[in-house]
């Protein structure tokens, strides 16, 4: 399943390689890519094996916000 995410707070390369590196622990992520000039992470994932709701708290865990 691919998705794309409303993300803020992201600041440059580095906010986004944090959140690529976060996700990418994910068993069951497939393929992350993030932007901070656009705001969106977008997200290829297997949801027989992780929610999204698991990938969006990964990235509130790293101190951004996801929109709703």
């Known amino acids: 399943m691919k998705y794309e995410l409303k993300?803020?707070?992201?600041?440059?390369?580095?906010?986004e390689l944090l959140v690529i590196e976060a996700l990418g622990e994910i068993a069951g992520v497939e393929k992350a890519?993030?932007?901070?000039?656009?705001r969106?992470?977008?997200?290829?994932?297997d949801p027989s094996r992780v929610s999204?709701?698991?990938i969006k708290t990964a990235i509130r865990e790293q101190g951004f916000i996801v929109e709703e």
């Open 52 to 54: 999204l709701e698991n």
């Open 7 to 15: 993300v803020s707070g992201m600041r440059c390369g580095g906010c």
């Open 40 to 45: 969106t992470v977008k997200v290829e994932f």
């Open 33 to 38: 890519e993030a932007s901070h000039v656009n």
